[in-house]
């Protein structure tokens, strides 16, 4: 079973795997790991994956995990969490500990091995969205989650270790650390001026121009102010909402189109470089409010995030978002 | 001018360099800066580097950089930030930035090129952290600076751009998040119990013995209970220091001892391994406090931090801290 503890200086919580499957020599000299041959997301190998826990466009009627599926979405075979047990709560000295349950999930995003996230039809990024939106309401009612975090990794550099097009899913017991930063910072800010920050932000960005790199009716694209790395770009929706879960099918629609023209944009820009995206939502167990705002972070993994990064939170980012934002305005999406 | 831009949500600086020296472009395919030719670290390439500003070993009466130095502490060439000028805080609409004012300063570490840290005499290295001592106590002289980073990067993928050792400085007129949240962690412990939470680690980890990976008479080093990465190792003193440069030199020698026997046991158990170390201060404006407590962190650079870590804070650490220090106790240090 694995562990996740808590260190008790700043509260961050890690998985600690401890199955022992793997030396400690086994990470003397990782790769970038590329799998070749068989690849167990592509239609016909179902039985490769767990067995499905939502799909579309299967016909009714044609049996579960066989072909014939647009998306399908499946337990992790190798899942940094385990589904059952109880959490089981305890200290050891000075240390918090709890067993690391939890879902992990993986979304096939089509049955095309070589079609990338930015490549599929508006419709069936509208449908990829959906499908995260209906596993969080599924998973949501399981008492032990407080959070679901919903990210891709496309490209070995950015940590995928499949290529056949997929995103995933963890659902945690805890709320990252990351995530509780921003609830906390964006409440400061609701505490002192009663309006929510991220408002305000799409609000000055719309306005300012300068950093905007796209807009429809529900959402707007920009560089970040302060951006941790070059081409850092966020997807936020106007209309305050704090829960992604909640948004109605026709918004997730626009979302899919402010997403699909900045990955496009990235791609034409960067030269298809690897990147990922996170969501960030209201915790599962917080009422719905009016100071924290979902929205989709997007990080082209161009640079280095060495230790030192994460040793000190403190990022050296060559690239103003000004002149991000302009060369993104300008390719096409 | 560079500037430092601060995220209005979590309140994290960054730096963003607006010098338009590169083009966005030029980050589509970053590669690991494998320098060749002339190093201008070497001893007779002292002109390729900015004047010294601390140096060791050479001969009284010799001229300044010039050859016959042991240790040399010079301004980096390209730094991240400029030594000169106003920090001139303002806004931005909700936005604040400052101008980039800062000193980015590279200590050499030797005159061989070939001689890795680890394989410094423990004289050599005392002396090496003896220089950041110095640099520390001369720069907080200057009232514009509230923090200086120290850190070391080995090795391409942890971001040295040069192969000849030297590690970094960084003095910044704000501290870094990870820092301050280090900070504010061990205050609420300190409020609480009255005890600093370094002190009880220490303490607890040296009666557990599971984490243990070595200690002298001054100072502890073992594997974290919660590690964000394979063999994350913290070098702890045993007495209570707030402030790194309060230390005098005898506690740097021993210190010296706990680092070279630290960075011998990483090399021998995962085969040379890539590393970041950073050293966690007390800010230079706030008293020396019984609540915080300097240390080391060093993280070997094993495992891809993609986008997904840094937009969580969320880790999965393949390698239990109690394994991984079992191994480090086992090889040579």
């Known amino acids: 079973m694995p562990e996740l503890r808590r260190d008790p200086i700043v509260g961050r919580w890690v998985i600690i795997a401890t199955d022992r499957a793997r030396r400690p020599t086994d990470y003397a000299h990782p790769g970038s790991a590329a799998v070749h041959g068989l690849c167990p997301f592509c239609p016909g190998h179902e039985d490769k994956t767990p067995g499905e826990v939502y799909v579309t466009g299967r016909p009714l009627g044609a049996p579960a995990n066989g072909p014939g599926w647009r998306l399908r979405v499946v337990p992790n075979r ?161 209309r305050h909402e704090s829960n992604f879960e909640a948004e109605p099918k026709e918004r997730l629609g626009r979302c899919a189109q402010a997403l699909r023209t900045t990955l496009r944009r990235l791609a034409a820009a960067l030269g298809d470089p690897p990147y990922n995206f996170i969501i960030h939502s209201n915790p599962l167990r917080d009422a719905p409010t009016p100071s924290y705002h979902w929205h989709i972070e997007v990080m082209p993994a161009l640079t280095q995030v060495a230790g030192f990064e994460w040793g000190s939170g403190f990022h050296i980012n060559p690239v103003p978002p000004e002149e991000a934002a302009e060369f993104l305005r300008k390719v096409s999406g």
Chains 1, 2 share one sequence.
């Not at 596993?135 to 959070?147: A, G, V």
């Not at 995933?168 to 509780?180: G, N, S």
């Not at 960005?205 to 102010?225: G, I, M, Q, T």
Request: charged share 30%; with cysteine; net charge negative.
């Open 78 to 238: 190798f899942p940094a969490l385990k589904i059952e047990g109880d959490l089981d709560r305890k200290g050891e000295g000075m240390y918090d500990l709890m067993n690391g349950i939890g879902a992990h999930e993986v979304v096939i995003e089509g049955p095309e091995h070589g079609r990338l996230m930015r490549e599929l039809a508006e419709a069936d990024l509208t449908e990829v969205l959906f499908a995260f939106k209906a596993r969080m309401l599924d998973l949501r009612n399981d008492q032990r989650f407080r959070y679901i975090l919903l990210f891709k990794n496309q490209g070995a550099p950015a940590g995928a270790s499949l290529e056949h097009p997929h995103s995933q899913l963890i659902a945690l017991p805890v709320t990252p650390i990351q995530v509780q930063d921003e609830i906390d910072g964006a409440r400061r800010h609701y505490d002192h001026r009663e309006r929510c920050i991220y408002c305000d932000m799409v609000s000055q960005e719309r306005k300012d121009r300068s950093r905007l790199v796209h807009e429809n009716e529900e959402f707007v694209v920009f560089a970040p102010w302060a951006p941790r790395s070059p081409f850092e770009t966020w997807i936020v929706p106007k």
